[in-house]
């Protein structure tokens, strides 16, 4: 069985700082790994994915993430935030045509 | 871009009361989930369906709920007698053969119970 761990429950950062957001999971077969961000009132937007290959996966608004294999961890970052990224973000592992299981999430509040 | 689509967005019923909360998936997607959100809680997994079948459920899905694809492009969540913890917001999601793209979400259906 799959899960999924997101360290942080909240993260406050100020507006133009770094920011990185933890995920380990813990998995005994091979996974596909997710970011998604979820606005206020709003549903599941992909951010990011890895599935295979380069480690180092670029997603939209400027997020990235490093799958780390030995350290089971797939931690979120973007170099400068801004208010408009404050929002509750989920990591999500799944295998293939499997269920989508989800961390806890991390929810970013970015201040002026 | 193609997008799953909810209806409603909001829906109040009775306790007791049975709800059917609809999705139309992306067209060719061919593995169908029903999730669920608790007010502050985490995205939980409810059911997926390929193939015109179950092919996993969570232990909340119990009797009360089912999941049906009637007409080959909607897919729907039924709850038979509704109870307030049912309250919730519900998401549909699919993905085509493989999970290249991602998980497709809707914006969900917020249901309340009263």
């Known amino acids: 069985a799959q899960s999924v761990t997101q360290l942080d429950s909240q993260v406050p950062v100020f507006e133009e700082a770094p920011v990185e957001l933890r995920c380990n999971y813990s998995?005994?077969?091979?996974?596909?790994l997710f970011w998604y961000v979820q606005y206020p009132n709003q549903g599941l937007q992909l951010l990011l994915k890895?599935?295979?290959?380069?480690?180092l996966v670029k997603g939209i608004n400027g997020f990235e993430a490093e799958f780390n294999k030995s350290q089971t961890s797939f931690h979120l970052r973007k170099p400068s935030v801004h208010i408009s990224d404050t929002a509750e973000y989920f990591c999500?592992?799944?295998?293939?045509?499997?269920?989508?299981?989800f961390g806890q999430g991390t929810e970013l509040s970015v201040k002026p | 871009e193609p997008e799953v689509t909810q209806t409603p967005s909001h829906q109040v019923t009775q306790m007791g009361q049975e709800v059917i909360l609809r999705c139309v998936p992306i067209?060719?997607?061919?593995?169908f989930y029903w999730y669920r959100q608790i007010l502050g809680q985490k995205v939980e997994f409810l059911v997926s369906?390929?193939?015109?079948?179950?092919?996993?459920k969570s232990e909340i899905f119990d009797d009360q709920f089912s999941v049906e694809r009637p007409d080959g492009s909607n897919f729907t969540l039924k709850i038979r007698s509704t109870k307030l913890e049912d309250s919730a917001m519900y998401f549909c999601?699919?993905?085509?053969?493989?999970?290249?793209?991602?998980?497709?979400f809707g914006s969900g259906t917020r249901l309340t119970v009263v």
């Open positions: 999500a592992v799944s295998r293939l045509g499997g269920k989508l299981i």
């Open positions: 369906f390929y193939n015109n079948e179950i092919s996993e």
């Open positions: 998995s005994s077969v091979s996974v596909y």
């Open positions: 999601a699919s993905i085509p053969e493989t999970v290249t793209d991602g998980y497709t």
């Open positions: 067209s060719n997607h061919l593995y």
């Open positions: 890895y599935l295979s290959g380069s480690t």
